[in-house]
């Protein structure tokens, strides 16, 4: 049993609250806030009933070392304008000065120094997770971004508390994504894109029987053109993978899955420059397939039209240069103007971007803050993070 928040009784108590604000910093800023806004309605649930809030986070992978440029430093700022709070930045996550900080700090609000700057937190070291747990009365997960990962202030620690519970976050991440590996309603569509298909075959693997239709786009759909004997010019292909995909295709087949597949592209010269319409499914010998064309994203938009939902995962383009982002804004779009009758689902960092950058973010039911999390959720695995929290697993 895994307990809500509001389950348990936050009054004079200090929490510990495991987020995972591990986000792009640019220039010294928080580059895309995402995942730290997503955790805000935690943060603000549990400071309206509790004593103290201590925020812990890991950033980038700074292997064990004190590293300036993975500080959380520009997390605290973001945090103080977003709460419009003062937020008390700690030197550390554990020892002297960080439990006097918690102990008499005046401000509700501490963030901890990067977890990872401790060699002991990726190692699920016992004497860490004991110092971590030691700073609060009650501890709180809404890090579903690394719940893939079996770590101190994941894992180890959560088992020296008695009351512990899923952040609002994490409940909300399940409860969007649980029904499409159980239940999904159907029609249910699922969208893969991005470079390979060598990071998908789990998740295929495992979505094939549930899905209704599976529409590929990105750069792993040439893979699967080239194995229907479909020339695909200078587009990037995964050789060893050409059998699996005949395989995937043989097996969504006899299940009677929609496969679709890319009908035109929009491709560019071998510099990824020049680009042209192809308006066929085969790609000429000098040129590179960067986009679906507009007869693919016509097709794959008429199947989210007749979707009840819809997970994508993977832009179906180079949507970080145009003119390569036109389908997945189209796709974008198309879930937007058909939202809440069909509940879109975003998972992956770029397909978030892709959707933040097609302006359409709060039209989409649910924007996964997960990229590793997300997927190993969805080829069906059991995700440490997750177990930590059952109190009867
Ligand atoms: C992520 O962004 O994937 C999570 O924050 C986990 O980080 P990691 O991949 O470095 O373990
Ligand atoms: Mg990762």
């Not at 995402?34 to 809030?53: C, G, M, N, Q, W």
């Not at 080239?226 to 995964?238: C, F, M, N, Q, V």
């Not at 000429?284 to 938009?301: C, E, N, S």
Request: with cysteine; aromatic share 6%; net charge neutral.
């Amino acid at each position: 049993m895994i307990r809500k928040l509001a389950e348990l009784d936050l009054r004079d108590k200090v929490v510990f609250l495991r987020v995972d604000f591990n986000v792009p910093i640019k220039d010294g800023k928080v580059g895309e806030p995402h995942r730290i806004d997503s955790a805000l309605p935690t943060l603000r649930f549990i400071l309206e009933r509790a004593k103290k809030v201590i925020v812990a986070s890991h950033l980038g992978r700074p292997d064990g070392k004190f590293v300036d440029k993975y500080s959380l430093a520009p997390v605290q700022r973001h945090l103080q304008d977003s709460l419009k709070l003062p937020v008390a930045m700690a030197s550390d996550c554990i020892g002297p000065a960080v439990e006097n900080l918690v102990r008499t700090g005046e401000g509700k609000v501490v963030l901890l120094e990067n977890l990872r700057f401790h060699p002991e937190e990726e190692k699920n070291d016992e004497i860490f997770s004991r110092a971590l747990a030691a700073l609060a009365d009650i501890y709180v997960d809404d890090a579903f971004g690394a719940a893939h990962r079996a770590h101190a202030s994941i894992t180890g620690m959560a088992k020296f508390f008695k009351n512990k519970a899923a952040g609002l976050l994490l409940q909300k991440e399940l409860d969007y994504l649980g029904p499409l590996l159980a239940n999904p309603a159907q029609p249910f569509v699922t969208i893969l894109g991005g470079a390979k298909v060598s990071d998908k075959i789990g998740v295929i693997r495992n979505l094939l029987p549930k899905v209704s239709a599976l529409l590929i786009g990105g750069g792993m759909a040439y893979t699967f053109l080239k194995a229907k004997g479909i020339d695909i010019g200078k587009s990037l292909l995964e050789h060893d993978k050409i059998d699996l995909a005949t395989q995937l295709m043989e097996q969504a087949k006899q299940l009677g899955v929609n496969l679709l597949l890319p009908v035109d592209h929009v491709a560019g010269d071998s510099e990824r420059k020049q680009p042209l319409t192809i308006n066929d499914s085969a790609i000429p010998g000098d040129r590179m397939g960067l986009d679906i064309g507009p007869k693919t994203a016509q097709l794959f938009a008429a199947e989210i039209g007749k979707a009840k939902l819809v997970l994508w995962n993977g832009p179906v383009g180079l949507f970080e240069i145009p003119p390569y982002d036109q389908g997945s804004r189209v796709l974008a779009q198309t879930l937007a103007d058909n939202h809440p009758a069909v509940v879109g689902i975003i998972a992956g960092g770029d397909t978030v971007a892709a959707v933040s950058a097609a302006g359409v973010s709060s039209r989409i039911a649910h924007l996964s803050t997960g990229g590793g999390a997300t997927l190993e959720f969805l080829e069906g695995k059991v995700l440490p993070g997750i177990k930590a929290l059952d109190d009867q697993p």
